[in-house]
């Protein structure tokens, strides 16, 4: 890709993500919090597999700085929209900070896909691992995480209950 392409694609990637918050957000409110964090996972998964044949020309590149910022755009609102369903709205400034703070980790991501480019030559080990964590994410929302949440929610509206109740007495 040109350098002009590389620029189109830094603000069709800040458009895109401006768009995602909305139709992520618009879309979250009419469905199922599980399957749409799902769908917004896969979908990216599906980006970073395809990578190899999308980064091939200018247009590819296009394409992928819209999907991906389309998908993070959703990230920014998904995430926290679910907490604050999962939690209560009232939590949500203390649970929204430790959600983000599970981010630092991936400040190493660039680094290390430097070097793994270095080493080997391409980014593609890089993607296809991180697309592979992004299908274990979906995997998990459909299993055991669904009821590790909705028990960690059971408690928090058993302390709340047992709260009030102290409260009254």
């Known amino acids: 890709a040109d350098v002009q392409t590389g620029i189109r694609a830094v603000a069709a990637f800040a458009l895109a993500n401006a768009a995602g918050r909305i139709i992520w957000g618009w879309v979250f409110d009419r469905g ?26 200018n247009t590819g590149l296009m394409l992928f700085a819209v999907l991906s910022g389309f998908n993070y755009g959703g990230i920014l609102v998904l995430y926290a929209s679910a907490a604050a369903e999962t939690w209560g709205s009232e939590r949500i400034s203390k649970i929204y900070g430790w959600l983000f703070s599970a981010n630092i980790p991936a400040d190493a991501a660039p680094v290390l896909a430097g070097m793994a480019f270095d080493r080997l030559g391409s980014f593609a080990p890089v993607l296809w691992g991180i697309a592979g964590l992004m299908v274990c994410g979906v995997l998990a929302l459909g299993t055991g995480v669904n009821l590790k949440i909705h028990h960690l929610k059971n408690i928090h509206s058993n302390q709340n209950v047992n709260r009030v109740r102290a409260e009254a007495n």
């Open 32 to 57: 199922r919090s599980t399957a749409i964090l799902q769908a917004n996972l896969l979908l990216q998964a599906g980006v970073l597999l395809l990578h190899t044949w999308l980064l091939r020309s």
